[in-house]
Nanobody, 119 residues
Framework: VQLQAFGGGLVQAGGSLRLSCLAS?????????????MGWYRQDPGKQRELVAR???????NYADSVKDRFAISRDNAKNTVYLQMDSLKPEDTAIYYC?????????WGQGTQVTVSS
């Protein structure tokens, strides 16, 4: 299983970025991707990794309080891809963002993509 995250970069405060995470590998045929709970986490150096947003197999979403009304997670099961639209970015959103997949009791992580928000 591979989770490849794309879309990180440097942006000014108030700007937007869209992260994408493509799932591939033997377990991620289309039917299995649709059964995975997908999420985005982030981690700053010296801090714990925290949940940013999650989307269930049925499309239900939940967000960290710090990103509610600014970030939106979505998924395209036909493309084995999960997205994170990030608007009104703040310097405190700066972190490495990781894609996560949960299938049953198994968890998979992507390599992370750096998001830097300048003030």
């Amino acid at each position: 299983v591979q989770l490849q995250a794309f879309g990180g970069g440097l942006v000014q405060a108030g700007g937007s970025l869209r992260l994408s995470c493509l799932a591939s590998g033997r377990i991620f045929g289309n039917a299995i991707f649709g059964n995975a709970i997908m999420g985005w986490y982030r981690q700053d150096p010296g801090k714990q990794r925290e949940l940013v947003a999650r989307i269930t197999t049925g499309g239900n979403t939940n967000y960290a309080d710090s990103v509610k009304d600014r970030f939106a997670i979505s998924r395209d099961n036909a493309k084995n891809t999960v997205y994170l639209q990030m608007d009104s970015l703040k310097p405190e959103d700066t972190a490495i963002y990781y894609c996560n997949a949960m299938i049953g009791k198994a968890q998979y992580w992507g390599q992370g993509t750096q998001v830097t928000v300048s003030s």
